[in-house]
């Protein structure tokens, strides 16, 4: 059941921009509230997606927002809103299709472009403009929301970077490119919409971010 569920999701996001609500769940697969509710909890907890606090409400279907945020994801005619920089990029991967990611530097507002094609940034306007994650990886679940939406950003350049409240809160952090940034998804995202997905665990991970030259205390999950 959590699987035809996470399906239905996922694949509602992907028409529509937007979550199912319960009933639509229910409906389309023929299933009680109770089993739904069921499902939905077991698929936050298995962090496929996240709830609206005390709700049945879907928040996040990672790399997908049912709110607005600063992180517009065009995909051919589609529109999507990502919950963070680094769910923007990974629209990529999980669609297989080029995209653009529309964002703002975290630091001053200046408007930000990332054009991905092909498995690479094909524009980026600013060119110096950065995906800056602001906490180490095993802090990243403690309180996902907030990390998604405080911590996981574009800057318009290093210099920005440094500049901004975020780095002076909480640390160096780590900053990445475009490029990087998607590579990094590809284990988590690239296959997020197959009907038998399930997330990497921590060794997968832990391999893949070393595998990328990712470690240190920071990347260690």
């Known amino acids: ?30 299933i009680s509230r109770d089993e739904a509710r069921q499902a939905l909890v077991g698929l936050e907890g298995a962090r496929h997606i996240a709830l609206v606090p005390g709700t049945e409400r879907i928040l996040m279907a990672f790399p997908f927002s049912a709110v607005a945020t600063p992180f517009r994801v065009t995909a051919g005619p589609h529109r999507y809103f990502a919950n963070c920089a680094w ?34 940034a094909v524009r980026v306007e600013p060119s ?41 809160t909480h640390g160096a952090g780590a900053s990445l490119t475009p490029d990087l940034t998607h590579r990094l998804g590809i284990p988590i995202y690239g296959r997020k919409l ?23 205390d920071f990347w260690r999950i």
């Open 1 to 30: 059941m959590p699987a035809r569920v996470r399906k239905l999701v996922f694949d509602h996001f992907v028409e529509h921009g937007a979550p199912p609500v319960v009933e639509e769940l229910m409906g389309g697969l023929r």
């Open 128 to 168: 110096p403009s950065i995906v800056h994650l602001a906490i180490p990886a095993a802090r990243w679940w403690d309180d996902i929301v907030r990390t998604c939406g405080n911590t996981m950003v574009f800057f318009a350049s290093p210099e920005h970077r440094d500049a901004s409240d975020l780095c002076s």
């Open 87 to 120: 769910d923007a990029i990974a629209f990529h991967a999980m669609l297989g299709q080029p995209i653009r990611v529309d964002s703002f530097c975290e630091h001053c507002a200046e408007p930000i472009t990332v054009e991905m094609h092909g498995g690479r």
């Open 194 to 216: 197959a009907p038998d997905y399930a997330r990497p665990g921590k060794e997968e991970l832990s391999a893949h971010f070393a595998a990328l030259g990712l470690s240190g």
